[in-house]
Each structure stands twice: as structure tokens, then as C-alpha cells.
């Protein structure tokens, strides 16, 4: 069984930073992508950051030039710096991971909360 973890979130002030860490265990083989999605109220999740096997990362227009994602093929672990936050980037932020050989699944994280507010 596959198990994500997400750590990370908490209250923050504007143009303050955090780091959302994510952990995949169990049986899991050949991760392809590793992604960051986040969901506020009332709002569709939408996708934050991603990064590839081979370091290869996209990202929403909303957080270009303030959020880095990382990963560690080693660990199974990625990652998620986030500067010059601002209150719009209040959600719920959900780790993703796209692994398998021959009919790859999608596995989600229960997600952490991030909270940008004076």
C-alpha cells in the first residue's frame, strides 16, 4: 500500500516563507512526476508545481518566481519552497505522485493547510 505524507503548513504572515515537505512509502516503483496541488474554499484544486524523474519542473503562473519545487529520487521525498507568500495562496496544499511501470496510477496525500494572513 502506497502512503503520502505532507508536513509542512501553518499560519504564516504576507511575504513570509514556508516548506512543505512530502513523503511517498509502501509499495511504490518508478515515480514518474511528483506534484504540488492546492484547493482553497469554495475553489477547484489546481496544480501549484511539478517536477519530473528527470528534475524537469512547471508551474502555475500565480507562484512563478516564488515557489521552488525539489524532489529526492533517493527518498521518495518532495518538496515545496514558498516565499513572498501572499493571502491568495491560502489552501490546502496536496502532494501527488504518478508512479508505476505499465499502467501508472496517481496517489494523493491527505493534504496540509497553509494560511497567509496578518
Known amino acids: 500500500q502506497v502512503k503520502l505524507v505532507e508536513s509542512g503548513g501553518g499560519l504564516v504572515q504576507p511575504g513570509g516563507s514556508l516548506r512543505l515537505s512530502c513523503v511517498a512509502s509502501?509499495?511504490?516503483?518508478?515515480?514518474?512526476?511528483m506534484d504540488w496541488f492546492r484547493q482553497a474554499p469554495g475553489n477547484q484544486r489546481e496544480l501549484v508545481a511539478s517536477?519530473?524523474?528527470?528534475?524537469?519542473?512547471a508551474y502555475a503562473e500565480s507562484v512563478k518566481g516564488r515557489f521552488t519545487i525539489s524532489r529526492d529520487n533517493a527518498k521518495n521525498m518532495v518538496y515545496l519552497q514558498m516565499n513572498s507568500l501572499k493571502p491568495e495562496d491560502t489552501a490546502v496544499y496536496y502532494c501527488k505522485v504518478r508512479a508505476g511501470v505499465i499502467s501508472p496510477l496517481d496517489y494523493w496525500g491527505q493534504g496540509t493547510q497553509v494560511t497567509v494572513s496578518s
Open positions: 517536477v519530473t524523474r528527470d528534475g524537469t519542473t
Open positions: 509502501g509499495r511504490i516503483f518508478n515515480i514518474i512526476s
